[in-house]
């Protein structure tokens, strides 16, 4: 067993702190009291070939694992989580659908844009009344000859005003019978809304998108006619690796800001660090930020060997979750009321770190995929 990161991934880890400080970090805390999307940061990592990390060459993509993968998203997330969440979506839901199922002419068509970061990836899954029980779905496509016609809504979308295409389910047939489409965001009758007041993650792009009569060809089904939620539950698995790096990332930004203000701020003749009590919190800290993130890259190790990862992936993605909010808990609570404010960083976390326990699945789903794979 072997916990060393392999060259390949410490130089991703070093790529992506350098750009994370070097590029993202200093207008982080602008961009959430403006909410501006991070447009010009994806342009870079575009230019430095990070859009398609963990997808094969052949489609414009890495060539780099999982794991670097986790790297990424953690590093992003460490200064600024609306840029990790973008990046994690774009890769893991944006990605993923069309490498894991789509044709080779889909794949050209669609993939290669998006691995070259000429486009971002956005994935409609959630409905107003299907969240949680997304095989729930309302949004229909009924086919017409050569055409299907989709009706419907998604809610709580990732990318989708900066998508020139979006995956999405609709029921195609009774049980329901769901299928996946990918749908060109300049289809006639397709609207993306942004219009969504966030408690964090501001300067992350949340849409709603309705479809009226919406009509795309037959060669633009994803997968198999009937296997799409199937499908989306597969790329939840992946998914849900990306906002467990997330998380772990949101909580290493934090816990370095708390321990940065322990050493510095004095009380009672000495230094927070000095009590008993905030070292313990630090300690703490430390410790759970280093077993989510060994899950993380666990579950990540698994999914590049090919091997079962679905228990490890929502294992991961619930403990860093819930490790991200007690963290960010703690940093806000050695603060004390400067924590309170703006002008500290954790504050931003702590807003920030909540979203890791819904998307992807909420914390319950994950102990009920958790209990199922055990044998509950």
Same mark, same amino acid.
């Given at each position: 067993? %072997? ?45 430095? %070939? ?17 794991? !670097? ?49 000429? @486009? ?8 107003? &009344?299907?969240? !949680?029980?997304?095989?729930? @779905? ?20 990732? %990318? ?18 769901? =299928? ?22 501001? !300067?992350? %792009?949340? =849409? ?6 919406? $009509?795309?060809?037959?060669? &633009?089904?994803?997968? $198999?006619?009937?296997?799409?939620? *199937? ?66 890259? *666990? ?21 860093? !979750? ?6 960010? &808990? ?47």
């Amino acid at each position: 067993m %072997n916990f060393e990161l392999s060259e390949e991934q410490r130089m991703i880890r070093k790529l992506m702190r350098d750009f994370a400080e070097g590029e993202v970090a200093p207008g982080a805390d602008e961009r959430d009291r403006t909410k501006a999307f991070p447009a010009e940061v994806f342009r870079k990592m575009a230019d430095l %070939n990070l859009m398609g990390l963990p997808f094969p060459e052949k489609v414009g993509g890495g060539g780099a694992d999982t794991i !670097s993968f986790a790297i990424a998203v953690e590093e992003l997330s460490r200064v600024c989580a609306s840029t990790g969440i973008t990046y994690s979506a774009h890769v893991s839901l944006g990605c993923a659908p069309l490498y894991l199922f789509g044709t080779e002419e889909q794949k050209k068509k669609y993939l290669v844009p998006l691995c070259k970061g000429e @486009t971002l990836g956005a994935f409609g899954l959630t409905e107003p &009344n299907a969240g !949680s029980d997304a095989g729930g @779905t309302k949004t229909t496509a009924v086919r017409e000859k050569d055409e299907w016609v989709i009706n419907g809504s998604k809610c709580f979308i990732t %990318n989708a005003s900066y998508a020139d295409f979006v995956a999405l389910t609709a029921v195609t047939g009774p049980g329901p019978e769901i =299928t996946a489409f990918i749908v060109p965001a300049d289809t006639e009758g397709f609207r993306v809304i942004d219009n969504y007041v966030k408690m964090g993650l501001n !300067s992350s %792009n949340t =849409t709603e998108l309705v479809m009226e009569n919406v $009509r795309i060809p037959e060669e &633009n089904i994803l997968g $198999r006619i009937g296997h799409g939620f *199937k499908q989306f539950l597969i790329t939840l698995d992946g998914g849900r690796i990306g906002i467990g790096a997330m998380a772990v990332g949101i909580a290493q930004g934090a816990y370095e800001a708390a321990l940065a203000y322990a050493k510095e701020r004095v009380q009672f003749g000495q230094s927070l660090s000095k009590f008993q009590v905030i070292q313990h919190k630090l300690a703490d800290m430390a410790m759970e930020i280093e077993l989510a993130r060994t899950m993380v890259y *666990k579950a990540a190790w698994l999914k590049d060997e090919g091997k079962k990862f679905t228990k490890e992936a929502s294992m991961c993605k619930l403990y860093a !979750s819930e490790m991200a909010m007690r963290v960010c &808990n703690q940093a806000v609570q050695i603060h004390g009321g400067y924590g309170y404010m703006h002008d500290y960083k954790v504050e931003r976390f702590f807003r920030d770190a909540k979203l890791t326990e819904i998307g992807e699945g909420t914390s319950e789903i994950q102990r009920t995929v958790i209990a199922r794979e055990i044998g509950c």
